[in-house]
């Protein structure tokens, strides 16, 4: 991978061969990832799909000590103002200093569009500089001025002389791509290639002695960089730092909540670990090829089975593998017997779980190992880190080889088909199509949150202890589906979901 020394990074359809319509069984679905030919399916009709601009905003906009610049029409980056109020609470949760969201918006107009809006986004960095004097300014490039020809690149280039701020463009232009995931390799393009190792490159390292010197070879020996950008909350991140504290490792956390002067160090760690490849394989292939550093990106650290491995694969770098497995038996059977009232409740219950391709398969193995049954599952998008976890999905998980597996962001029309045929007694999901769900009275439970812990061994319990109080009373959703009815005719509630979907899979979904 080598992608950096390019001003624009390639999009995930071409650089991952990313699959962004599916429908068929797990099984089928893993068969047609080893064939290679999964990139190939296509929609004849689509609802939505997710903006590359949004989730580049939300991944990046906790930066401290930063000003985000969107080079844009007045409505894009609305969304920002949902975020201000939380990002200042979670920033101080962290604590980290809180400025709360600073953004400016070039506004560009319909004479924009003609004449250029190269002159708005000079106006808008020498302002951001002005006013905020920010150790960083991020420019986000979005759909028009991409599509007008602006040379966002050559302007910055020119600006980055006038301003002391590291400038940071972030093309995240939505129109280039169907795979919203591609707005995590924008995000960590710009900052590899205008922050990462900057300063320390530059300016003259402090004289050590050689005692000083071993010290600091020491640290840097067992610290490793623990990738969030975003998916994690406070209370995850504090969970897995205690778990690898625990093992006698330094840990740095990045991106989300960081200071851009913390970039500038984060070549100095032994390790980067990240907690999705969805998010994080740019960053640490990048990373290793560039500083030498290695990896590990296997899975994520939800529930016992795969919070064992994520540690195991730690400890084996580090040659710790007799303290993590210590580590692993006192957290699992206290975890166990914590958990026994709950598989107990659980027994002949069913899910269904919506959401990113490593998020739902991890999850979906911790609700079987609570004692539930996985009716289904849906992923935005699909590509080889999903192929990987998907087989192993398929091992622990006895039964799911024909268990529905949908591929598909946006696309409203083909979950709510698909609940009313499959019928689940509980539906997990992301904001954004719980309310849906919700609508066709399902119990609700959110696959991520902002104040809850779904990491370690802690996030296996508070999962089963929340989704125990769920499951016991949602009176609220069946009320809901009385009195409300989703936008779609009988008719297509009659159709199979997979009707605008072609692709190698594509077996028919039977009702229960």
Not at 93 to 112: H, P, V, Y
Not at 423 to 449: C, E, M, R, S
């Amino acid at each position: 991978m080598d992608y950096i020394r390019h001003k624009v990074p390639p999009v995930r359809e071409d650089r991952l061969a990313a699959c962004g319509a599916y429908g068929g069984t797990c099984c089928e679905l893993s068969e047609d990832a080893k064939k290679g030919c999964l990139y190939t399916a296509k929609r004849s009709f689509s609802q939505t799909q997710g903006c590359q601009l949004n989730l580049s905003l939300a991944m990046i906009s906790t930066l401290r000590d930063a000003v985000m610049v969107i080079h844009s029409p007045i409505g894009c980056g609305g969304n920002l103002i949902q975020n201000a109020g939380i990002g200042k609470v979670f920033q101080q949760l962290r604590q980290k200093s809180a400025a709360g969201l600073r953004w400016i918006n070039t506004n560009l107009s319909e004479f924009d569009v003609i004449s250029g809006g190269e002159a708005k986004l000079r106006q808008a960095v020498l302002k951001a500089e002005r006013e905020f004097q920010p150790e960083a300014i991020l420019v986000f490039n979005s759909c028009v001025p991409a599509l007008i020809g602006d040379d966002v690149d050559g302007i910055l280039d020119q600006l980055q002389s006038q301003v002391n701020a590291r400038i940071v463009p972030i093309h995240c232009e939505g129109f280039k791509t169907k795979i919203q995931a591609t707005a995590y390799d924008s995000v960590y393009h710009g900052l590899i290639r205008n922050l990462v190792g900057l300063d320390a490159d530059k300016k003259p390292q402090p004289e050590r002695t050689a005692e000083e010197e071993a010290a600091y070879r020491e640290r840097i020996a067992k610290t490793i960089n623990l990738l969030n950008v975003g998916s994690m909350s406070r209370l995850d991140e504090e969970e897995l730092v205690r778990l690898l504290r625990a093992l006698g490792l330094h840990v740095r956390i990045l991106p989300s909540y960081a200071h851009p002067d913390d970039f500038s160090h984060a070549h100095e760690a032994a390790l980067n670990v990240s907690i999705c490849a969805t998010h994080d394989d740019y960053f640490a292939e990048h990373l290793e090829r560039l500083y030498g550093i290695p990896y590990v990106l296997r899975t994520i650290p939800i529930g016992i089975a795969n919070t064992n491995k994520w540690l195991r694969d730690i400890a084996a770098f580090f040659g710790i593998e007799e303290e993590a497995e210590r580590l692993i038996a006192a957290e699992t059977a206290e975890l166990n017997e914590a958990l026994a009232p709950f598989r107990a409740q659980f027994k002949g219950k069913t899910a269904f779980i919506a959401g990113g391709e490593v998020r739902i398969l991890t999850t979906g193995e911790l609700l079987h190992d609570l004692g539930m049954e996985i009716l289904g599952l849906r992923g935005y998008h699909f590509d080889k880190y999903g192929a990987l976890l998907l087989d192993e999905y398929l091992e622990d998980v006895p039964g799911s080889e024909d268990r529905v597996f949908n591929v598909g962001a946006g696309q409203v029309f083909e979950q709510a088909n698909l609940l009313s045929k499959i019928k689940p007694d509980l539906f997990v999901g992301h904001i954004g199509v719980n309310g849906t769900a919700a609508k066709q009275g399902y119990p609700i439970f959110p696959l991520f949150g902002q104040s809850n812990v779904y990491f370690g061994y802690k996030g296996a319990y508070e999962v089963g202890s929340r989704v125990s109080r769920i499951l016991r009373n949602h009176s609220f959703n069946r009320n809901l589906e009385r009195h409300t009815r989703l936008p779609y005719r009988d008719s297509w509630y009659e159709q199979d979901p997979f009707t605008y979907i072609d692709n190698p899979g594509a077996t028919a979904v039977r009702s229960n």
